[in-house]
């Protein structure tokens, strides 16, 4: 059993910033890859940043330049900094983690439960 728990968010104003922080836990063998991804209201759920066990990352065109993610493989968690945060940016966040069990060969994909992220104009 895998697990991801999120914390963080909340409400921002304009130009603030919020963190948001994950974690895995369970029976993990291997942590590929962890990331975020967001859905705002009335939207299809989309990509934010990911970062991958050797530590490259990748961002969407959207977030680059103001949110910074960052992971601690000996921990299994994931931190996305957002600075400089637009009213666009409000949205749900989830935590995402390509990880491969200890009970299976399948490597499979794995949700936190949402955190909600407010930024006011």
């Known amino acids: 059993q895998v697990q991801l728990a999120q914390s963080g968010g909340g409400l921002a104003q304009a130009g603030g910033s919020l963190r948001l922080s994950c974690a895995a836990s369970?029976?993990?063998?291997?942590?590929?890859?962890m990331g975020w991804y967001r859905q705002a209201p009335g939207n299809e759920r989309e990509f934010v940043a990911r970062?991958?066990?050797?530590?490259?990352?990748n961002y969407s065109d959207s977030v680059k330049g103001r949110f910074t993610i960052s992971g601690d493989n000996a921990k299994n968690t994931v931190s996305l900094q957002m600075n400089s945060l637009k009213p666009e940016d409000t949205a749900v966040y989830y935590c995402?983690?390509?990880?491969?069990?200890?009970?299976?060969?399948?490597?499979?994909?794995?949700w936190g439960q949402g955190t909600q992220v407010t930024v006011s104009s």
């Open positions: 369970g029976s993990i063998l291997r942590v590929n890859s």
């Open positions: 995402t983690a390509e990880i491969r069990p200890m009970t299976t060969t399948v490597i499979t994909n794995y």
């Open positions: 970062i991958r066990s050797g530590g490259s990352t």
